[in-house]
């Protein structure tokens, strides 16, 4: 495998970084603005100029800091990080302009340090995606820590500040109680910490020492909201809708899981985890999750919460795939990344765009919305339908290809939990479309009119439920790259 | 003249006293002046020092020329350098920084206390170049003393904290005085390397280990290594704020270079690792003294005195990292006396800044400071974390070795400690992060946040401040070249792991 000496990578993380100072000092709300679209064309354009590269099977490599003996802080973009940094990037532009529309149609205080930090976030997930080690991807899980801290408690009143100590005490207690340790026990038995497509760590420990470090990872990377880590997430819904649809559908919870999927596979590497049975451990804990957290959805009636429980089944789906070790479930959990970020940042524009339009929060005031919202409500049910599997969406390839990795795996058990969560991804979502279109004219609760949300709002989920329709026609580049990762990582 | 750079290193900031205080007379507008002009020189010199350390290697030096161990020796190697380099620069910056404020405080006394101020600077050049154990002991008084005054010059209860450290100090001292006279009875020596030739033959002699563990007592009582840290946290929260950001990132670090010093140069690392059996007693003691320090931290009812138990904590990091006694725990120990020295100068300085403008250190004090002094609590923030240890900062790496050491030694109690230490240390500070990012009443959602004004301190203290915060992220990043260049030569090659 070729690699290439670049500083695109540097570049992608630190655009969204360098337009910091620039927001600030802006004079007015629609200079900031415009930078901040500045910042995602370029930083978009650089990502897309590395597609060609990776997918000729080149890698390109970036070394910043040596900072410790065999440890720098260095970039690397393979086929994996390229999807997720595609998927982050494409959806900043996106999001920055509903952004516009939603923070601007509800008067909200403090948009400068709403917009800064969302740049200093972006920056910090390209840095997790192009991370060549793990103390590098480390440093940049931090840095989104801290970075969306602001995000969270943006409101700044009791409930902000209950949700963001909350919010605190699961990222950066897990991060620092047990990835920390487990990184420099890592560190001391192999010498190393760069991921490589194999892994490292065979043949450096016992078993169970493999055991309680991959235990370490798994629960220490609490972004990717395993159960009983995932409290934050629900807690966290009391951010700007745009902070939760981007940050808590994309970026933050997809850094989580990206996180474990790196350490699974850079680190123990897919043989080691077959080896020493682990793989089936990983496939347990993410199927206890993906019940429990449809199960806890059926029962919500405020529809951010509703999507957060979805969003923590979901992210599950993606550790399932790895978990099974097969390289069809790879190839699925991988580009369910990118499927499941198209299909439920829908969902959550659509939530916002409800509550900038009507004032409504609770599933239960929405009978009948239809007929109000009937664009916003059809991209609901097209980002319903992606998240649940369902063709013509994006969501039933990479559904498809988590079916084929378990048959393929031999894993009947998982193809069970898989086609019941399903049922249950659509008990919980088609009521609300359905009481939404095809209620009695007697229950409605609003006039026959059309009201929608404002045109910076209503035109990105517009385009996002489009992209998931696509998507399964044409699922470029992102099926090419997660087929490269899969390959890689199962060595065929 | 480079040939004299480490008489000067000293003689310098010495005769320099001497004229502020005469200008204190005379024309008080020059007290200032002179002393910038003194660490100026100092820190130039020492960065001198640091190169010609790098190029060739020991410097040596006799004051008067007389032979060593008759007379005085100064020697420089890599440890002396690094910390030379790091007080020259932590005193120069906060002189500049804490200038309004000394100003005003002290306009009367301004003579005295700068004429402290480049005395117990001086002293802590002297502590770190001496190569003299007696001579070592004569600086230390200087800094003492020096402090002693420095922290009575502060609120109503400065006096009787004060008080309270001259009566440990001086235990202190002596203690260490006492452990040089036992050295000196079976050496007949007081010039380190003298004393570390003649030691090995000595090794299984009992006034030897006497000798080791009174220095050690004494010097751990300087430090303030807990359960003998009884008079740190009042000293440092009485004294006045250029103070406490000047003696609390230097006093407690010196002190854990002498340590490392009796352990690596005069005792040397066989002796005190393979024949004496108290390496992992000494570690334990520090898993104490970290967790006690977080624990009274988390007790603490204002800034200052939290800030003061994180320093007692970090007190037990370093001790701990060097009495592991493998190389990662002895480089994270002294990495962690530059990086420890940094961090504590920047939330120091912050929180000095905030006491200017709102003339209290209370945690409510803070509210609102995010609106209020954002540069300010920029400067906080870049400490805050450094001490939690996220990177790049450079606390994260000093940790990093630290907890590599402890797993390396199979020390499990020491990594636990270190790791609470930091969880707790979020806790701490997260606490006054969101304190100040809160503003006064709630805001309501969907109204602008009410207005306040923006009142920053003056810019003499914020860009000084802003200055270590960015130092944080550099010397952090520059982990790499320090450890290569600067720390591995100091460990000795005995120390294989």
Redesign the interface.
């Given at each position: 495998m070729e690699t290439v000496l670049s500083i695109k990578p540097l570049l992608a993380v630190l655009i969204p970084l360098l337009v910091v100072p620039i927001l600030v000092s802006s004079r007015t709300p629609n200079v900031r603005e415009a930078w901040t679209f500045v910042a995602a064309i370029v930083k978009l354009s650089i990502v897309i100029s590395m597609i060609p590269a990776v997918l000729s099977g080149r890698e390109l490599v970036c070394t910043v800091a040596q900072v410790i003996p065999g440890v720098p802080i260095a970039f690397r973009v393979d086929a994996l990080g390229m999807l997720f940094a595609l998927v982050a990037a494409s959806l900043w532009m996106v999001t920055s302009a509903y952004s516009i529309g939603y923070m601007r149609g509800l008067k909200e205080h403090s948009q400068t340090r709403y917009f800064s930090f969302f740049a200093i976030a972006l920056s910090a997930t390209m840095g997790v995606a192009f991370s060549e080690n793990l103390l590098t991807l480390y440093l940049f899980y931090e840095m989104l820590s801290l970075a969306t801290f602001p995000l969270v408690t943006h409101h700044q009143d009791a409930k902000a500040r209950t949700s963001g100590r909350k919010y605190l005490a699961y990222i950066l207690g897990t991060s620092i109680g047990l990835v920390l340790p487990a990184m420099i026990l890592c560190y001391h038995l192999s010498g190393t910490l760069t991921f490589s497509d194999q892994g490292f760590l065979a043949g450096t420990g016992s078993s169970p020492l493999m055991t309680v470090l991959l235990f370490m990872f798994v629960f220490g990377f609490a972004k990717a909201a395993i159960i009983p880590f995932h409290g934050w997430l629900p807690a966290a819904m009391v951010a700007p809708t745009p902070v939760s649809a981007l940050l808590h559908a994309v970026a933050v919870v997809k850094v989580g899981v990206f996180s474990i999927v790196r350490v699974l596979t850079g680190m123990f590497g897919i043989d080691l985890l077959a080896s020493l049975n682990l793989g089936i451990m990983v496939c347990v804990i993410a199927s206890c999750t993906i019940l429990t957290a449809s199960l806890i959805a059926l029962s919500q009636d405020n529809l951010k919460r509703l999507l957060a429980f979805s969003t923590i089944g979901q992210l599950s789906y993606i550790i399932l795939g790895v978990g099974l070790l097969s390289p069809k479930g790879i190839t699925g959990g991988v580009l369910h990344i990118a499927m499941h970020a198209f299909g439920k940042i829908t969902l959550f524009f659509c939530a916002g765009a409800i509550f900038v339009a009507t004032g409504k929060r609770n599933i239960s005031e929405m009978v009948g919305i239809g007929k109000r919202m009937p664009v916003t409500m059809t991209a609901f049910f097209i980002g319903a339908l992606s998240i649940t599997g369902l063709p013509p969406a994006g969501g039933f390839l990479s559904k498809w290809y988590l079916v084929l990795g378990t048959l393929q795996a031999d894993q009947l058990a998982v193809l069970v939990v898989l086609l019941v969560s399903s049922l249950l991804n659509a008990a919980y979502f088609m009521p609300i479309v359905y009481r939404a279109f095809f209620c009695p004219a007697e229950k409605a609760m609003f006039e026959n009119r059309v009201r929608e949300a404002p045109a910076f709002c209503v035109v990105p989920l517009v385009l996002t439920a489009l992209i998931s329709i696509i998507l399964l026609f044409y699922p470029e580049p992102f099926f090419s790259l997660a087929c490269m990762a899969a390959q890689r990582f199962t060595g065929g | 003249m480079s040939h004299h750079y480490p008489a000067l290193l000293v003689t310098v900031p010495l005769l320099c006293a001497l004229f502020i205080s005469i200008a204190g007379w005379l024309k008080r507008r020059l007290c200032f002046p002179i002393a910038v002009a003194a660490l100026s020189v100092a820190t130039t010199v020492s960065m001198g020092l640091l190169w010609r350390v790098l190029k060739e290697g020991v410097v040596l030096y006799r004051l008067g020329g007389w032979e060593p161990p008759w007379g005085i020796a100064y020697r420089v190697d890599h440890l002396n350098a690094l910390v030379l380099t790091v007080i020259a620069v932590v005193a120069l910056l906060n002189l500049i920084a804490t200038q309004r404020e000394v100003k005003e405080a002290f306009s009367e006394k301004i003579g005295a206390f700068y004429t402290l101020y480049i005395l117990l600077v001086t002293g802590l050049f002297g502590i770190v170049v001496t190569g003299d154990a007696f001579n070592l002991y004569v600086l230390l008084e200087i800094t003492s003393l020096t402090s002693y005054g420095l922290i009575a010059m502060g609120e109503d209860r400065a006096p009787l904290a004060s008080l309270n450290y001259v009566y440990m100090g001086t235990i202190g001292a002596c203690f260490y005085l006492l452990g040089i006279g036992y050295l000196y009875m079976v050496t007949g020596s007081l010039n380190m390397t003298d004393i570390a030739s003649i030691l090995p033959g000595l090794h299984h002699s009992r006034v030897l280990v006497v000798a080791f563990i009174i220095c050690m007592v004494g010097v751990w009582l300087k430090m303030a290594f807990f359960p003998l840290h009884a008079w740190l946290p009042n000293a440092y929260t009485y004294a006045p704020a250029p103070v406490t950001s000047l003696i609390a990132p230097l006093m407690t670090k010196v002190m854990i270079y002498v340590m490392i010093r009796l352990l690596l140069t005069v005792f040397t690392p066989q002796f005190i690792f393979s024949i004496l059996t108290l390496k992992t007693t000494v570690v334990y003691l520090s898993v104490i003294a970290i967790v006690m320090g977080a624990v009274l931290a988390l007790g603490a009812r204002n800034v200052k005195k939290m800030l003061t138990y994180v320093i007692v904590a970090e007190v037990g990091y370093m001790v701990g990292g060097a009495w592991l006694g493998n190389r990662a725990g002895l480089t994270g120990a002294i990495l962690h006396i530059a990086n420890d020295a940094l961090m504590t100068l920047c939330i120091f300085l912050a929180v000095g800044n905030v006491m200017y403008k709102v003339k209290g250190y209370g945690f409510d004090d803070f509210r609102g400071m995010f609106t209020r002094m954002p540069f300010t609590m920029m400067g906080f923030t870049a400490g805050a974390?450094s001490i939690?240890?996220?990177?790049?900062t450079c606390g994260f790496?000093s940790k990093?070795y630290l907890?590599?050491g402890g797993?390396?030694a199979g020390h499990y109690g020491f990594?636990a400690a270190l790791?609470f230490s930091?969880?707790v240390n979020?806790v701490l500070f997260?606490k006054i992060i969101?304190i100040g990012?809160?503003?006064n009443g709630?805001?309501?959602?969907?109204?602008?946040?009410p207005l306040r004004a923006m009142g920053e301190a003056p810019l003499s203290m914020v860009v000084p401040l802003l200055i270590v915060a960015a130092g944080l992220f550099g010397v952090?990043?520059?982990?790499?070249?320090i450890?290569t260049y600067v720390i591995n030569p100091i460990i000795p090659a005995a120390i294989v792991h």
């Amino acid at each position: 495998m070729e690699t290439v000496l670049s500083i695109k990578p540097l570049l992608a993380v630190l655009i969204p970084l360098l337009v910091v100072p620039i927001l600030v000092s802006s004079r007015t709300p629609n200079v900031r603005e415009a930078w901040t679209f500045v910042a995602a064309i370029v930083k978009l354009s650089i990502v897309i100029s590395m597609i060609p590269a990776v997918l000729s099977g080149r890698e390109l490599v970036c070394t910043v800091a040596q900072v410790i003996p065999g440890v720098p802080i260095a970039f690397r973009v393979d086929a994996l990080g390229m999807l997720f940094a595609l998927v982050a990037a494409s959806l900043w532009m996106v999001t920055s302009a509903y952004s516009i529309g939603y923070m601007r149609g509800l008067k909200e205080h403090s948009q400068t340090r709403y917009f800064s930090f969302f740049a200093i976030a972006l920056s910090a997930t390209m840095g997790v995606a192009f991370s060549e080690n793990l103390l590098t991807l480390y440093l940049f899980y931090e840095m989104l820590s801290l970075a969306t801290f602001p995000l969270v408690t943006h409101h700044q009143d009791a409930k902000a500040r209950t949700s963001g100590r909350k919010y605190l005490a699961y990222i950066l207690g897990t991060s620092i109680g047990l990835v920390l340790p487990a990184m420099i026990l890592c560190y001391h038995l192999s010498g190393t910490l760069t991921f490589s497509d194999q892994g490292f760590l065979a043949g450096t420990g016992s078993s169970p020492l493999m055991t309680v470090l991959l235990f370490m990872f798994v629960f220490g990377f609490a972004k990717a909201a395993i159960i009983p880590f995932h409290g934050w997430l629900p807690a966290a819904m009391v951010a700007p809708t745009p902070v939760s649809a981007l940050l808590h559908a994309v970026a933050v919870v997809k850094v989580g899981v990206f996180s474990i999927v790196r350490v699974l596979t850079g680190m123990f590497g897919i043989d080691l985890l077959a080896s020493l049975n682990l793989g089936i451990m990983v496939c347990v804990i993410a199927s206890c999750t993906i019940l429990t957290a449809s199960l806890i959805a059926l029962s919500q009636d405020n529809l951010k919460r509703l999507l957060a429980f979805s969003t923590i089944g979901q992210l599950s789906y993606i550790i399932l795939g790895v978990g099974l070790l097969s390289p069809k479930g790879i190839t699925g959990g991988v580009l369910h990344i990118a499927m499941h970020a198209f299909g439920k940042i829908t969902l959550f524009f659509c939530a916002g765009a409800i509550f900038v339009a009507t004032g409504k929060r609770n599933i239960s005031e929405m009978v009948g919305i239809g007929k109000r919202m009937p664009v916003t409500m059809t991209a609901f049910f097209i980002g319903a339908l992606s998240i649940t599997g369902l063709p013509p969406a994006g969501g039933f390839l990479s559904k498809w290809y988590l079916v084929l990795g378990t048959l393929q795996a031999d894993q009947l058990a998982v193809l069970v939990v898989l086609l019941v969560s399903s049922l249950l991804n659509a008990a919980y979502f088609m009521p609300i479309v359905y009481r939404a279109f095809f209620c009695p004219a007697e229950k409605a609760m609003f006039e026959n009119r059309v009201r929608e949300a404002p045109a910076f709002c209503v035109v990105p989920l517009v385009l996002t439920a489009l992209i998931s329709i696509i998507l399964l026609f044409y699922p470029e580049p992102f099926f090419s790259l997660a087929c490269m990762a899969a390959q890689r990582f199962t060595g065929g | 003249m480079s040939h004299h750079y480490p008489a000067l290193l000293v003689t310098v900031p010495l005769l320099c006293a001497l004229f502020i205080s005469i200008a204190g007379w005379l024309k008080r507008r020059l007290c200032f002046p002179i002393a910038v002009a003194a660490l100026s020189v100092a820190t130039t010199v020492s960065m001198g020092l640091l190169w010609r350390v790098l190029k060739e290697g020991v410097v040596l030096y006799r004051l008067g020329g007389w032979e060593p161990p008759w007379g005085i020796a100064y020697r420089v190697d890599h440890l002396n350098a690094l910390v030379l380099t790091v007080i020259a620069v932590v005193a120069l910056l906060n002189l500049i920084a804490t200038q309004r404020e000394v100003k005003e405080a002290f306009s009367e006394k301004i003579g005295a206390f700068y004429t402290l101020y480049i005395l117990l600077v001086t002293g802590l050049f002297g502590i770190v170049v001496t190569g003299d154990a007696f001579n070592l002991y004569v600086l230390l008084e200087i800094t003492s003393l020096t402090s002693y005054g420095l922290i009575a010059m502060g609120e109503d209860r400065a006096p009787l904290a004060s008080l309270n450290y001259v009566y440990m100090g001086t235990i202190g001292a002596c203690f260490y005085l006492l452990g040089i006279g036992y050295l000196y009875m079976v050496t007949g020596s007081l010039n380190m390397t003298d004393i570390a030739s003649i030691l090995p033959g000595l090794h299984h002699s009992r006034v030897l280990v006497v000798a080791f563990i009174i220095c050690m007592v004494g010097v751990w009582l300087k430090m303030a290594f807990f359960p003998l840290h009884a008079w740190l946290p009042n000293a440092y929260t009485y004294a006045p704020a250029p103070v406490t950001s000047l003696i609390a990132p230097l006093m407690t670090k010196v002190m854990i270079y002498v340590m490392i010093r009796l352990l690596l140069t005069v005792f040397t690392p066989q002796f005190i690792f393979s024949i004496l059996t108290l390496k992992t007693t000494v570690v334990y003691l520090s898993v104490i003294a970290i967790v006690m320090g977080a624990v009274l931290a988390l007790g603490a009812r204002n800034v200052k005195k939290m800030l003061t138990y994180v320093i007692v904590a970090e007190v037990g990091y370093m001790v701990g990292g060097a009495w592991l006694g493998n190389r990662a725990g002895l480089t994270g120990a002294i990495l962690h006396i530059a990086n420890d020295a940094l961090m504590t100068l920047c939330i120091f300085l912050a929180v000095g800044n905030v006491m200017y403008k709102v003339k209290g250190y209370g945690f409510d004090d803070f509210r609102g400071m995010f609106t209020r002094m954002p540069f300010t609590m920029m400067g906080f923030t870049a400490g805050a974390l450094s001490i939690i240890g996220v990177p790049p900062t450079c606390g994260f790496f000093s940790k990093w070795y630290l907890i590599s050491g402890g797993i390396e030694a199979g020390h499990y109690g020491f990594v636990a400690a270190l790791i609470f230490s930091s969880l707790v240390n979020t806790v701490l500070f997260f606490k006054i992060i969101e304190i100040g990012y809160y503003p006064n009443g709630n805001v309501h959602h969907g109204e602008p946040a009410p207005l306040r004004a923006m009142g920053e301190a003056p810019l003499s203290m914020v860009v000084p401040l802003l200055i270590v915060a960015a130092g944080l992220f550099g010397v952090g990043l520059y982990t790499g070249d320090i450890v290569t260049y600067v720390i591995n030569p100091i460990i000795p090659a005995a120390i294989v792991h």
